[in-house]
């Protein structure tokens, strides 16, 4: 049986402790956040496939390459440690190094995420100051503190738990994540740090993990930009006891799809806390030559400012969702394209329905489904988005 | 020498005239216009790549695979004639036909264009009534009236002429267009018309058309959206007793950057016409593996919500373009980019340089050019583009 919980702050599995706090990186708010394993953990992460990387995501790639298992994982905010050239290398390098010292381990345990401001360096006398405190003050009750240090523009906290028992033992897997703009598919686009008491094989992780971001962070899409700094972190400590999980054990299926479902309740909380936004819409495309023109077309779609402007005011705009679909690159007839809204057909053979009055009630609410069926052969896909409004335009600003 | 004539309105070459008329398709602006050469006319287009295309788009296009030869264009704006299925077909020709009628010419001599709302009908009966009136209105003169008719959301006319001296004799090329939302390049995602009093080659005034919307309308994007009616069409009269043109005429270039110079202006003025736009931005990349690279990298920084959104507050934003460049899809090493607002550099080797103040000076201004070098290859690419403004969203929504 698998439990979720929906809670007002993260809860971290057994032998996980975080803290966060303010060093002086942003004015006022949280800014430095540590999650440390009490014991040795399996570590896996996945990365922005953007060309241009932070200094944190080239050294967290390196380090998992290397051996995948860590202790800690120290985020700040405010500054993204990107286009830093050698010294951003070098500094969050130190970042781990002096978080290793504070925690008393070694720095190749640490993981080290920074989030913010392109172009500047990191103020390491704050954080190094920091540092100290931050290691004194980590207690299992600690993830409320730490996931708010980890926000930049978001205006929620974003954090899942799901129960399950595997292997006859009561496991937790729980995970926080930072996201609001900025957000693209194809890789996760945001922050995101998981945490199992499971114990876990590395390479199983590392597979399980792909597989739950690829059906939930890589699905999401705010305004199709993919940062320099998205990554997901997952750690496994083993700590409540259970057996060493991996693809032949018989509760392999309840472990992946737990850690499916905190990955998409954490990507679904970061398309509803879109900037600015005000609507949940999901776009599905079915009928598309291939998976991979179903994942275009809708994309095309989700990303489309056009529609998603038209969104904001309350239209289904579903002209400029055929505009979109037309432009995507996915090859199909127009004669014989569908359009639906829930289950409002609102194009039949590639023309209206006249059912426009029924679709626009659809699209006044604040969540509904866009399915587009292309009639061509059997290739699927989804993504989540939502609504662009002018508020999001003056956040950017 | 080639003159070129800034002025009030479109001035028409010799043997061509103009009308434009309100016959109740919209509210209440001008929304029917036609134009008409005294001669037979060479005749070429350009049209949308969306798989989703306007009936106008599909009659165009079947009209100049058969003959490269036309009298007319009638365009109405307010309603596109899009996803309208066969009725929509047989629309785009009645119009024709009944056009050919109220002119005494034949119905395939007659080339049809409609912009506006996706997915209704032509009131086709307001249309038919208003053929008769707007042909007897038919003016040498009539070029002003004409252009307002093709307007939908755009705040401003677009208009260019220039006269140059062509076998020696004076010829006029002048033309107009309409564009403002929904813009993006890979085709002119808007109207424009062209018109000549130059005798020349069906043949060549094709390859002419297609080098000039190259260079010109297809390096626009205002929103990143290529819209379903996207249309560029050309008359060549021979009024101007000039001789036949073709690619072996001495004064062939000149007709050339004549006719490119046109379509340079009209592409200029959509930008500075995007709905809310407040600069106008040349994001140039150089040093790309291959054209095709530079021209992907060039379109998702002028296509990047993130990076429009920037501009519209005054800053650089070289963070998110330097992100955008990432997610392009074309190769480089990070460590290799330079990065220049006009000729501030602002990113050398992947890194910053400093100079945001000097950067923030020139994003303050309402031009300025955004150049990245990405030190792979000698591929280059120009795309104009302009910043995204509060003001956009709301006339979208």
């Known amino acids: 049986m698998t439990e979720m919980i929906g809670s007002d702050a993260l809860i971290l599995p057994a032998g996980f402790r975080a803290a966060g706090s303010h060093v002086g990186i942003k004015r006022k708010h949280k800014d430095l956040a540590l999650f440390v394993s009490d014991l ?35 985020v700040n905010s405010g500054i993204a440690n990107t286009c830093t050239g050698r010294q951003g290398m070098q500094d969050a390098e130190r970042m781990a190094a002096r978080t290793a010292d504070a925690l008393g381990t070694e720095s190749h345990e640490v993981l080290v995420c920074s989030t913010g401001r392109i172009g500047e360096r990191l103020p390491m006398d704050c954080i190094e100051a920091g540092l100290g405190p931050l290691a004194e003050g980590l207690s299992p009750d600690g993830g409320a503190d730490a996931e708010q240090a980890i926000l930049t523009t978001d205006t929620i906290e974003k954090h899942w738990t799901v129960r399950l028992s595997l292997g006859g033992t009561e496991t937790t897997i729980a995970g926080c994540a930072k996201g609001a703009g900025m957000i693209e598919p194809n890789m996760a686009t945001m922050l995101a740090f998981l945490f199992t008491d499971a114990a876990v094989h590395p390479a199983g992780l590392s597979e399980a993990l792909r597989s739950a971001v690829d059906g939930s962070f890589n699905r999401v899409s705010v305004d199709g930009d993919r940062s320099t700094n998205d990554t997901v972190l997952i750690l496994a400590n083993g700590a409540a006891d259970g057996p060493v999980l991996d693809d032949r054990h018989p509760d392999w299926p309840a472990f992946q799809t737990g850690l499916a479902d905190v990955c998409r309740h954490l990507a679904r909380k970061i398309v509803l806390d879109g900037e600015g936004a005000t609507k949940f819409v999901t776009v599905r495309v079915k009928g598309a030559a291939s998976p991979g023109e179903a994942d275009r077309a809708a994309r095309a779609v989700a990303n489309s400012l056009l529609v998603k402007t038209g969104w904001s005011g309350g239209k289904p705009s579903w002209g400029r969702v055929m505009d979109a679909l037309g432009y995507s690159g996915a090859e199909f007839d127009e004669g014989a394209v569908g359009l639906w809204y829930d289950d409002v057909e609102t194009v039949r053979g590639g023309a209206s329905t006249g059912r426009d009055q029924q679709a626009a009630a659809i699209a006044a609410g604040s969540e509904f489904t866009v399915t587009a069926r292309l009639g061509r052969g059997s290739g699927t896909a989804e993504i989540w988005t939502c609504d662009c409004t002018e508020e999001y335009v003056r956040i950017n600003a």
């Open 40 to 74: 040795p953990a399996a570590a896996a992460g996945t990365f922005t496939t953007n060309r241009v990387q932070g200094a944190p995501v080239r050294y967290c790639r390196q380090r998992l390459s290397e051996s995948p298992r860590a202790r800690a994982i120290v």
